[in-house]
T-cell receptor, first 111, second 117 residues
Framework: GQQVMQIPQYQHVQEGEDFTTYCNSS?????IQWYKQRPGGHPVFLIQ?????EVKKQKRLTFQFGEAKKNSSLHITATQTTDVGTYFC???????????FGGGTRLMVKP | EPEVTQTPSHQVTQMGQEVILRCVPI?????FYWYRQILGQKVEFLVS????????KSEIFDDQFSVERPDGSNFTLKIRSTKLEDSAMYFC???????????????FGDGTRLSIL
């Protein structure tokens, strides 16, 4: 079945440093979504990418979808303590509405 | 902003007992989902539900699991004979109409923490 891998598992950064998490799927995706989960919280939808090579920005966050629609990345510029949490990518298949989540990258920011 | 609500927030049950987890999806949403997250691990898809029937289910969603929409607002997950390894956080989610070729964003509830003793 479809597998979605994410690296790194953990990332400690100093406040103000940049952060990137990478997502790879074993199969071509119809779309990819990114979610953020704060400690003790639930996943919160951030963004969806649908087109090959698509790049979207939300303030300090930049999301990319690979040309082959098998990988994606999330880059945060100048991290803040409010960015703390686990960032999950979730791949959608062509057949239906099932999302396959990656393992997540837990971001910790030192003030 | 409309929310997905889940009850109870925490359920403690003896192994072998049945549990029912309840969810009220966002009112105008048509697709409903259950996920589970074992502590510290990734979110795992269990099942999706549309038009009063299961749309997709994962390998995890075996015969001990069932879902139901008993009325116009609730969406339930039943685990028939719980096992120790069923201990996890269970999230309900809902989404709007499915796009032609892509999934719609999913809105998650706060989850029910299920502890099997």
């Amino acid at each position: 079945g479809q597998q979605v891998m994410q690296i790194p598992q953990y990332q400690h950064v100093q406040e103000g440093e940049d952060f990137t998490t990478y997502c790879n799927s074993s199969t071509t995706l119809s779309n990819i979504q990114w979610y953020k989960q704060r400690p003790g919280g639930h996943p919160v939808f951030l963004i969806q990418l649908v087109k090959s090579g698509e790049v979207k920005k939300q303030k300090r966050l930049t999301f990319q979808f690979g040309e082959a629609k098998k990988n994606s990345s999330l880059h945060i510029t100048a991290t803040q303590t409010t960015d703390v949490g686990t960032y999950f990518c979730a791949g959608g298949n062509n057949a239906g509405n099932m999302l396959t989540f990656g393992g997540g990258t837990r971001l910790m920011v030192k003030p | 902003e409309p929310e997905v609500t889940q009850t109870p927030s925490h359920q403690v049950t003896q192994m072998g007992q049945e549990v029912i987890l309840r969810c009220v999806p966002i009112s105008n949403h048509l697709y409903f989902y259950w996920y589970r997250q074992i502590l510290g691990q990734k979110v795992e898809f269990l099942v999706s539900f549309y038009n009063n029937e299961i749309s997709e289910k994962s390998e995890i969603f075996d015969d001990q699991f069932s879902v139901e929409r008993p009325d116009g607002s609730n969406f339930t997950l039943k685990i028939r004979s719980t096992k120790l390894e069923d201990s996890a956080m269970y999230f309900c989610a809902s989404s709007d109409n499915q796009g032609i070729s892509s999934n719609q964003p999913q809105h998650f509830g706060d989850g029910t923490r299920l502890s099997i003793l």
